[in-house]
Each structure stands twice: as C-alpha cells, then as structure tokens.
C-alpha cells in the first residue's frame, strides 16, 4: 500500500489556494514547488534554498513580518536543527495571522529504543555489504555515534512542549522515519508494517496545529 506523504498531510490540513505560505528549511525545494503547482502563494526559505522567485536565502531568525501574514507554515525536518527553538516558534507565531496553522514533519532522534537502533544497525549492515557506506562498528558503538550525531538537536518531548505552549493540536500522528537514512535498503512500507508489529519505534511524527490567541 503506498504511504501517504507530507503533501498529501499538508493538503489535507491547509486552507484551498491561494492561501499565503511560508515553508522553514524548504531544503531543495521539492515540497514549495508542489504548493505553487497546486495553486498556492508560498515562499520556501533556506540558507540553501534554490535559486528562483519562491525562494530566499534566509534563515528563519532573519526574516521580517512584513504588511501580508502567513496563513500557514510548514516545517520539513527542518525545526530540530534550529538552535534556538524557543525564538524560532515565537518567530513562526508572529508571522501567521490569528488561527495561523503550523503543519510539522519532523522526527525524534531520542524516541529510537535498543530494538530500533538494533534493526536500524542491521540495516546499515546490510547497505555496506553492498558496497554504500562503512561497515557499522559493534552495536554498542553505532548507539553511542547515534547519541553523539545527534547530541546537539532537540529532543521530541521538547518539540512538543514548545509547540504545544504555542499552537492547538489539531493532529498528530507518528510515522516512518528511518527510511529516509538507509538509501532504499529499507522501506517506508517495510518500516511501518514494523512499526505496526511492534517491533520498532516510529520515530517520525507529523502535526498540524492552530496559534493560539494571546488570551488563551
Ligand atoms: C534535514 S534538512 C530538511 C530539508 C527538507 N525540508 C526536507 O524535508 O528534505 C533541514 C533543512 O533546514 C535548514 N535550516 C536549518 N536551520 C535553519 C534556519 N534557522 N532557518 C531556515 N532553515 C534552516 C537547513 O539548511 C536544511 O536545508
């Protein structure tokens, strides 16, 4: 069965076209250019972002509320890399207008228990049997490089306090991540019929949310 992807999350969550959007850490720009195909004014930025009319080098520290609000922003696995989460939500809430939508696909590193970075481990061994990537060292080794590679981003229970201090939780729902790291070796449809065994951990979530008015 094919998986649902963040587009189809995001379509499903947001207002009909044209409404105004901004995607935070849009990356290549994959997920911007969809929108503006489907009819919306949306802006991607990025200190990456591509060339072109519905991008700006930026990071989201940088950019200025202008006279035109967003109706809603999105964030790609983009929001946990941001240092300062505190600042950067308060930043998204004053660029959305009352009942602005925050839409998230993003992941918790810390939520991978011993049975997932087992299975993710394997994976990976797997792949460099095949010739992509270096031979993992032991499984105690790949858990602390998994700690240590990560030890800088947020953690999934503090996006979600974040978060939650801010926005009303309209859905939630957790998802396949690790797919994303083992180049094909490994599915989505694979890790998530896993994940419906329970014999990993869904690392992804994806949320869709309402600011909250400054009363509440
Ligand atoms: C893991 S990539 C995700 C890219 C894309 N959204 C995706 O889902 O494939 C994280 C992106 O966030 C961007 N980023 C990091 N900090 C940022 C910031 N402060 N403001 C805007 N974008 C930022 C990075 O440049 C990078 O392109």
Known sequence: MAQ???LDFAREQLPPPPARLLEVGCG?????TALAVEGYDVLGID????QGDLFRRIRLEDIEPDEALFDAVLASHSLHHIRDLDQALDRIVSLLGPGGLLVLDEHGWDL??????????????????????ELP????????????????LHRSETMRNEV???F??????RTPFLYRLLGGVATEVLE?????????QALGFRYAGVARRPEE
């Open 4 to 6: 649902s992807t963040f």
């Open 28 to 32: 290549h720009g994959e997920l911007t």
């Open 47 to 50: 200190p990456q972002a591509p």
């Open 112 to 133: 991978a228990d011993e049975a997932t970075l087992d299975w993710l481990w394997n994976q990976q061994r797997a792949l460099a049997s095949a010739g992509h990537g």
């Open 137 to 152: 060292a032991s499984l105690d080794a790949f858990r602390e490089e998994w700690e240590a590679e990560h030890l800088g």
């Open 164 to 166: 939650d201090a801010r």
């Open 168 to 173: 009303e939780e309209r859905v939630f729902t």
């Open 192 to 200: 998530q019929a896993l994940i419906d065994a329970e014999a990993i």
